[in-house]
Nanobody, 124 residues
Framework: QVQLVESGGGLVQAGGSLRLSCAASGRTFSNYGLGWFRQAPGKEREFVAAISRSGAITNYADSVKGRFTISRDNAKNTVYLQMNSLKSEDTAVYFC?????????????????WGQGTQVTVSS
């Protein structure tokens, strides 16, 4: 059974940084793409970032481009999201997801497994 566990969320002031981690188990991690999504209160889930199985391909939502960086360590079965210059509008629950293929892009349907989420709150 695949399990994804996010960590690293918390409360931070605007302009600050956080690094989210997502540890995976139960599947050959390095065969699949990974993604981060987020959902703010009263809003639909939205794409944040994606990375291919080797890490060679990455993609970001326009709203986070230049501020967030997705990376992965296949030896540790972990994907990261480094978030800098945080804004109040980044406040949301952040979810990691394991893709169905080697790169799953920005559509939620491309992901087979999801974590429980970690709360990120940015105070202004």
């Amino acid at each position: 059974q695949v399990q994804l566990v996010e960590s690293g969320g918390g409360l931070v002031q605007a302009g600050g940084s956080l690094r989210l981690s997502c540890a995976a188990s139960g599947r050959t991690f390095s065969n699949y793409g990974l993604g981060w999504f987020r959902q703010a209160p009263g809003k639909e889930r939205e794409f944040v970032a994606a990375i291919s199985r080797s890490g060679a391909i990455t993609n970001y939502a326009d709203s986070v481009k230049g501020r967030f960086t997705i990376s992965r360590d296949n030896a540790k079965n972990t994907v990261y999201l480094q978030m800098n210059s945080l804004k109040s509008e980044d406040t949301a629950v952040y979810f990691c997801a394991l893709g169905r293929t080697s790169y799953s892009g920005n559509y939620g349907a491309g992901y087979a497994y999801w974590g429980q989420g970690t709360q990120v709150t940015v105070s202004s």
